[in-house]
């Protein structure tokens, strides 16, 4: 049984930092493509960064700067670093494991406001 597990989100002001973490189970972690993707109220859902199972790493524009994308094969486990946040990065955060098959995580709520 596969599980993606997305923690860290939360509540931040403009500006701040927060750091997501997306737990995996049941998959060979470091053969998959991981991703993160958000979904803004009465938007598409979208892909916010991608990180290959050799490391190379895909950034929306929207993001490049701010938001770094990792993962640590040893833990099973992707995160994405956010800095500099903004009132459009509110969102669900979704976590994504691709190879073939997709399989995605419940989401994790991210909300920027003052």
């Known amino acids: 049984q596969v599980q993606l597990v997305e923690s860290g989100g939360g509540l931040v002001q403009p500006g701040g930092s927060l750091r997501l973490s997306c737990a995996a189970s049941?998959?060979?972690?470091?053969?998959?493509?991981m991703g993160w993707y958000r979904q803004a109220p009465g938007k598409e859902r979208e892909l916010v960064a991608r990180?290959?199972?050799?490391?190379?790493?895909t950034y929306a524009d929207s993001v490049k700067g701010r938001i770094t994308i990792s993962r640590d094969n040893a833990k099973n486990t992707v995160y994405l670093q956010m800095n500099s946040l903004k009132p459009v990065d509110t969102a669900v955060y979704y976590c994504?494991?691709?190879?073939?098959?997709?399989?995605w995580g419940q989401g994790t709520q991210v909300a920027v406001s003052s």
């Open positions: 994504e494991a691709g190879s073939g098959m997709h399989y």
């Open positions: 049941g998959i060979i972690f470091s053969t998959y493509t």
């Open positions: 990180i290959r199972s050799g490391g190379d790493t």
